[in-house]
């Protein structure tokens, strides 16, 4: 999946199996089952180019790294100090992340009003 990500386009078995074997041996047969798999637990879809076949992520790896900590999080059987032990775990700037996404996650609508602000119908 990291290579289908890295590429954020279809590609095929030959592009991935030459962008991996710039690191190490691997045959040919094994990256087309391993796509094929992927293909197969809906990861990625494919369309057909010819003989062989076209891969595309079906969702992003930000989508599939939330969907990994939302489906360890609901398996807990204490929520709340799951995510306290998860936040522990943090360095300040994935910290800083979080309090930047939650901030996105509220929008404006729901921010402390600001000094000397008036509340909806003019305050008097």
Known sequence: MTRVWKWNRPVTVREVLEDLQQERSIAY???????????????????????????????TRAAYAAALMNDAWSQ??????????????MSEEQRQALRDAIRIVQGPETAAPGPGSVPEGGGR
Do not use: C
């Open 76 to 89: 807990s059987d204490n929520p709340a100090a799951a995510l306290i032990a998860f936040f522990g775990m």
């Open 29 to 59: 047969t094994t990256v087309m089952t391993v796509l094929d798999n992927l293909h197969q637990k809906g990861w990625v879809r494919r369309e057909s180019e010819g003989r062989a076949y076209r891969y595309e992520a079906v969702s």
